[in-house]
Structure formats: structure tokens, C-alpha cells
């Protein structure tokens, strides 16, 4: 019984030898793998972040100028970014708050312990998002920021102490270069 036509050069029915059956099936296979993937590659490629977007993903802040005391807010994005270079009382006053009095335990320590001098949060109330205002010309342990929507009150670490909101104003990734004179955020 003939199964198909006779290789030409083998004379051997291909589809009768079981190892140039699977063969035949691999390469099929393997071409259909590679014609849905060249297919697909252009509406994966469209999910890729776009060169400018990348390009904010990481942002450099030169805070060589910030003296103890002193405060900016930058953005990163889309988000204000508030960094306080602080003095030793307001870390002191951070180190000071009894754990217990607080609604998101985090010790000033856990938040900025490997460089304390500086304060970098994200400047979003974790309650309903507003923008808190930072406390200026406070004593220490009235520093810090309110977020004016509905109250919430945050302290020199930017942990939550009084109001709605429920958790400490979220750090981003950062890093310093070039001597703690520049901060990277992302
Ligand atoms: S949004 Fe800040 S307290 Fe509600």
C-alpha cells in the first residue's frame, strides 16, 4: 500500500518513516512558533515604555545647597517629592515618639536610619491622596507636615500621628551620589 509520494532522493515514503514523520512535525511546528511570535512582536513592543517616559523614571537632585533646616519638593513621576535635610533636634524628636503612640509602627530608624540627616517621602497623604503642608517655624516636636483635607498630621519622619490617614508617607527608592551631594530618586 502506498502512503504518498516516494522521496525522490532517498526513495523513501516520508510519511511511512516514524524519525523524518517527527521531523516533518518539528519543523512545522517550529514554523508556526515563529510566524505567531514575529506577528505578536509588534503589539509587545507597543507595551514597552516609551524613551521619554524612561527617562523620568529616575530622577537627579542636587541638594549640595540644603542646609539643616531647610526643605524642597520636587517631582517625580508625577508625584511631589518633599526632602528636608534635618536638624539633629528634629531627629531627635523622631527618635523621642513613643512606638506605641503611633498608628504605623516604624521607627524613625527603620525609615532613614542609614542616613538620617535626610528626610525623602513621597508627599501624598496616605488618606485620600491630598498634598500635606510642611509645619515650618515649629518647635522639633511639632514639626513635620498636615495634609489640610481632613487632618491628618505627620511628624518630623513623616509617620502618621493624628487623623484619618492610615500608614506613614511612603519612601521611593533612593540612593545619594557624588558625596551626599546628589540624591537619586528611582
Ligand atoms: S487626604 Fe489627607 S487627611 Fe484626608
Redesign the pocket.
Known amino acids: 500500500m502506498s502512503y504518498g509520494r516516494m522521496d525522490e532522493l532517498t526513495n523513501k515514503n516520508p510519511i511511512a518513516d516514524p524519525k523524518r514523520r517527527d521531523f516533518l512535525k518539528l519543523t512545522a511546528t517550529s514554523v508556526g512558533v515563529v510566524g505567531v511570535c514575529a506577528a505578536a512582536w509588534p503589539f509587545i513592543n507597543s507595551m514597552n515604555p516609551a524613551a521619554d517616559v524612561m527617562a523620568v523614571a529616575s530622577i537627579e537632585v542636587d541638594i549640595s545647597k540644603l542646609e539643616p533646616g531647610q526643605s524642597l519638593t520636587t517631582m517625580w513621576r508625577g508625584k511631589p517629592i518633599f526632602i528636608r535635610h534635618r536638624t539633629p533636634e528634629e531627629i531627635k524628636a523622631a527618635h523621642d515618639t513613643p512606638l506605641s503612640t503611633l498608628p504605623d509602627k516604624q521607627t524613625d530608624q527603620d525609615r532613614f536610619g542609614k542616613n538620617p540627616e535626610w528626610l525623602v517621602v513621597i508627599g501624598i497623604?496616605?488618606?485620600?491622596?491630598?498634598v500635606?503642608t510642611e509645619r515650618k517655624n515649629m518647635a522639633p516636636a511639632e514639626g513635620g507636615w498636615l495634609?489640610?483635607?481632613?487632618?491628618?498630621r505627620y511628624d518630623t519622619s513623616g509617620r502618621i500621628i493624628e487623623?484619618?490617614?492610615p500608614r506613614n508617607l511612603d519612601i521611593p527608592n533612593y540612593e545619594f551620589l557624588n558625596n551626599n551631594t546628589v540624591l537619586k530618586i528611582g
Open positions: 497623604c496616605t488618606h485620600l491622596g491630598c500635606p495634609c489640610a483635607c481632613h487632618g491628618s487623623g484619618p490617614a
